[in-house]
């Protein structure tokens, strides 16, 4: 396995100040901090309008060379009846900027509705839809589906033919498909706990961590910590350090 990306979903969230952003740190600085702090970021700005090209080339100059950023796409392009009429909602989501991210873009996550269900041939029209690269910048997908339909040989098959992943969705009621299906694992976990100082409970930390390594043997990793509807996510930043620990690669704490 390569380095693990590690991180959280975005980084201004207002509680994470004076808990994982020191008192004082200024906001325009949050993003240097979580960088050096964290080895990923999911960026879920994306996901409800289109960022400047100027913003993305921003992010990837305030982040360490060997930094990735995962991003979110446009909802306008996942949340459709009909999948495989949304081309040229994801032609316009691809070419916003993405491409100033250069080597720190990560994979892009495609998130369907929970009320979306398993259609195989609109499925594999979608999946078509995807380039395998941007201006000559290599793409990685990765679909999380929320609804238990998708849990059918068929929709893993096709993923597996394109070289696609699934998304590893640690949540109570979303379908978890541990089905390698790229050269590289994706995980969302979404149960974290307020109560619990580092978001899971320090047995969940360390069986997932073993589950991870397992699952990325000879592939990339990339997982995230996401407060799914704000639940616990003042503790994402806290949870992801402790599992980059137990994958042995945390980096120095900034100071």
């Given at each position: 396995?390569?380095?693990?990306?590690?991180?959280?979903?975005?980084?201004?969230?207002?509680?994470?100040?004076?808990?994982?952003?020191?008192?004082g740190l200024r906001q325009a600085d949050e993003l240097r901090f979580a960088g050096a702090a964290l080895t990923a970021i999911?960026?879920?700005?994306?996901?409800?309008?289109?960022?400047?090209?100027?913003?993305?080339?921003?992010?990837?100059?305030?982040?360490?060379?060997?930094?990735?950023?995962?991003?979110?796409?446009?909802?306008?392009?996942?949340?459709?009846?009909?999948?495989?009429?949304?081309?040229?909602?994801?032609?316009?989501?691809?070419?916003?900027?993405?491409?100033?991210?250069?080597?720190?873009?990560?994979?892009?996550?495609?998130?369907?509705?929970?009320?979306?269900?398993?259609?195989?041939?609109?499925?594999?029209?979608?999946?078509?839809?995807?380039?395998?690269?941007?201006?000559?910048?290599?793409?990685?997908?990765?679909?999380?589906?929320?609804?238990?339909?998708?849990?059918?040989?068929?929709?893993?098959?096709?993923?597996?033919?394109?070289?696609?992943?699934?998304?590893?969705?640690?949540?109570?009621?979303?379908?978890?498909?541990?089905?390698?299906?790229?050269?590289?694992?994706?995980?969302?976990?979404?149960?974290?706990?307020?109560?619990?100082?580092?978001?899971?409970?320090?047995?969940?930390?360390?069986?997932?961590?073993?589950?991870?390594?397992?699952?990325?043997?000879?592939?990339?990793?990339?997982?995230?910590?996401?407060?799914?509807?704000?639940?616990?996510?003042?503790?994402?930043?806290?949870?992801?350090?402790?599992?980059?620990?137990?994958?042995?690669?945390?980096?120095?704490?900034?100071?």
């Amino acid at each position: 396995m390569n380095k693990p990306r590690v991180g959280i979903g975005g980084w201004t969230f207002a509680p994470w100040r004076g808990v994982f952003y020191p008192p004082g740190l200024r906001q325009a600085d949050e993003l240097r901090f979580a960088g050096a702090a964290l080895t990923a970021i999911e960026i879920n700005a994306t996901y409800h309008a289109l960022q400047s090209p100027a913003a993305f080339a921003r992010w990837r100059d305030e982040t360490p060379a060997d930094f990735v950023f995962s991003v979110k796409a446009s909802r306008l392009c996942t949340h459709r009846k009909v999948l495989a009429e949304t081309g040229p909602f994801i032609a316009r989501f691809l070419e916003q900027g993405l491409v100033e991210l250069g080597p720190r873009l990560g994979p892009i996550l495609w998130q369907f509705m929970p009320t979306k269900r398993f259609d195989a041939d609109d499925m594999a029209r979608f999946l078509d839809l995807l380039p395998p690269r941007l201006d000559g910048l290599a793409l990685r997908h990765v679909l999380e589906p929320r609804h238990a339909s998708f849990v059918d040989p068929a929709f893993i098959a096709l993923c597996r033919e394109r070289g696609v992943a699934i998304c590893l969705a640690d949540h109570a009621a979303y379908p978890l498909i541990a089905e390698p299906t790229a050269d590289f694992v994706y995980a969302r976990l979404m149960r974290l706990e307020e109560s619990e100082p580092d978001g899971y409970a320090a047995p969940a930390l360390a069986d997932w961590a073993v589950r991870l390594e397992a699952l990325a043997k000879g592939r990339d990793l990339f997982a995230f910590f996401i407060g799914a509807g704000g639940e616990g996510k003042v503790r994402a930043p806290a949870a992801a350090r402790a599992l980059l620990g137990y994958l042995r690669a945390a980096p120095p704490w900034p100071g």
